[in-house]
């Protein structure tokens, strides 16, 4: 029996496959799909769950770029460019989240300070959600992205000021991240291209 090939993998296997490249580990069961995953040499078990091996990392890259040249290669990059503007206003936003001026880590304990940081947050959301509709039309598997940047921000709007910065859950800023990975896999851009 041949082994596994790219070719072999259907849609789960490749949107499976995403999720690993895109979060670093998958600690789900997975069930056939991993098994499939784990045969073609895409991905390894480890003790944490699935990663990614330089052949899935490989393979997924190429499945992950637009076509050069095309229509939608245009729309993803004019999303890109316009998400680079919005990025910066983002990560000041953490910073400023996580530590107030003076260097004082927040303690949460102004509602005036996290409210002004709540707005500035909301005015990010709302400049962001066209851009990712945007590229959604044209590509499917930028549709979650949008649903799952509104759940943080409410999950922030209800006092979860974890759902802000946490790495450890689909915190705003864990999606946008893999919002901005995507965007550069899209693209077949590295992050050290970005100036």
């Given amino acids: 029996m041949r082994p596994?090939?790219?070719?072999?993998?259907?849609?789960d296997g490749w949107i499976l496959l995403h999720e690993v490249r895109l979060r670093g580990v998958f600690e789900g069961d997975g069930?056939?799909?991993?098994?499939?995953?784990?045969?073609?040499?895409?991905?390894?078990?480890?003790?944490?769950?699935v990663r990614l091996t330089p052949a899935g990392r490989d393979a997924?890259?190429?499945?992950?770029?637009?076509?050069?040249?095309?229509?939608?290669?245009a729309t993803v990059e004019r999303?890109?460019?316009?998400?680079?503007?919005i990025n910066t206003e983002l990560l000041r936003l953490?910073?400023?989240w996580q530590v107030r001026p003076g260097g004082m880590p927040n303690d949460h304990k102004d509602p005036e300070y996290d409210w002004a940081i709540f707005d500035r947050l909301s005015s990010i959301d709302d400049r962001v959600g066209p851009?990712?509709?945007?590229?959604?039309?044209?590509?499917?598997?930028?549709?979650p992205y949008r649903a799952r940047l509104r759940t943080a921000?409410?999950?922030?709007?209800?006092?979860g000021h974890e759902w802000l910065t946490s790495p450890r859950i689909d915190s705003y800023h864990t999606v946008w991240m893999q919002l901005h990975e995507d965007l550069l896999l899209a693209l077949g851009k590295e992050r050290a291209s970005e100036s």
């Fill in 4 to 11: 596994v090939q790219a070719d072999d993998l259907d849609h």
């Fill in 31 to 49: 069930g056939v799909i991993v098994a499939t995953l784990v045969e073609s040499g895409f991905v390894s078990r480890s003790a944490r769950g």
């Fill in 60 to 73: 997924h890259a190429v499945w992950a770029r637009v076509e050069p040249g095309g229509e939608v290669e």
């Fill in 79 to 85: 999303a890109y460019r316009r998400f680079l503007t």
């Fill in 94 to 96: 953490c910073s400023d």
């Fill in 131 to 143: 851009l990712v509709s945007g590229v959604a039309r044209v590509v499917d598997r930028f549709g």
């Fill in 153 to 159: 921000r409410q999950q922030v709007d209800d006092g």
